[in-house]
T-cell receptor, first 109, second 116 residues
Framework: DAKTTQPPSMDCAEGRAANLPCNHS???????VYWYRQIHSQGPQYIIH???NNETNEMASLIITEDRKSSTLILPHATLRDTAVYYC??????????FGAGTRLTVKP | GAVVSQHPSWVICKSGTSVKIECRSL??????MFWYRQFPKQSLMLMAT?????????EQGVEKDKFLINHASLTLSTLTVTSAHPEDSSFYIC????????????FGQGTRLTVV
């Protein structure tokens, strides 16, 4: 079973920030939070991951709460090409990667 | 990011035949690779985890004699669907995980298998 809970779908206006939440209340101390996205009929694309500090890269920012029980992926300026299913995964370095249902983000013009 | 190449991207085969899917990490070594199956409008389902040089670990309900996994090198894993049937038609995706402290898994582009 997936260790994360995400809303099934979200909409976002083009050019606005997309904030995708993820609950992972059973996360353990050595587990990381990973975010991937999947555009239709393609393999998932790595976005970002973190342990406990907030992280930022060229694609997105990851905000992890202090108790690590939830996180938010932020796409600062969403474009139509960001329409995809976004998956939040919690796993350790030596553990497998299991996908939940994810959030289907639709960016609208 | 690192590149994982999966081949073929699509294949059509006759019922009863076998199909091999290759997964290569092109610019990094991967001691661990994952194989997933995805049905339409569903999430990825983990089928098995393979570690280089050892037998794969299969998820419950996945037949190891039907889905043969070989991870003979640090850059190549193969999945062979043996005696394929129409119900095996699906989107198969591989993933390779980097080594080191901050590990990431990168995914292939997937293989669309259609068994007729």
């Amino acid at each position: 079973d997936a260790k994360t809970t995400q809303p099934p779908s979200m909409d976002c206006a083009e050019g606005r920030a997309a904030n995708l939440p993820c609950n992972h209340s059973t996360i353990s101390g050595n587990e990381y939070v990973y975010w991937y996205r999947q555009i239709h009929s393609q393999g998932p694309q790595y976005i970002i991951h973190g342990l406990k500090n907030n992280e930022t890269n060229e694609m997105a920012s990851l905000i992890i709460t202090e108790d690590r029980k939830s996180s938010t992926l932020i796409l600062p300026h969403a474009t139509l090409r960001d329409t995809a299913v976004y998956y939040c995964i919690v796993t350790g370095n030596n553990n497998d990667m299991r996908f939940g249902a994810g959030t289907r983000l639709t960016v609208k013009p | 990011g690192a590149v994982v190449s999966q081949h073929p991207s699509w294949v059509i085969c006759k019922s009863g035949t076998s199909v091999k899917i290759e997964c290569r990490s092109l610019d990094f070594q991967a001691t661990t690779m994952f194989w997933y199956r995805q049905f339409p409008k569903q999430s990825l389902m983990l089928m098995a985890t393979s570690n280089e040089g050892s037998k794969a670990t299969y998820e419950q309900g996945v037949e190891k004699d039907k889905f043969l996994i070989n991870h003979a090198s640090l850059t190549l894993s193969t999945l062979t669907v043996t005696s394929a049937h129409p119900e095996d038609s699906s989107f198969y995706i591989c993933s390779a995980r980097t080594t080191g402290v901050y590990r990431k898994a990168f995914f292939g582009q997937g293989t669309r298998l259609t068994v007729v």
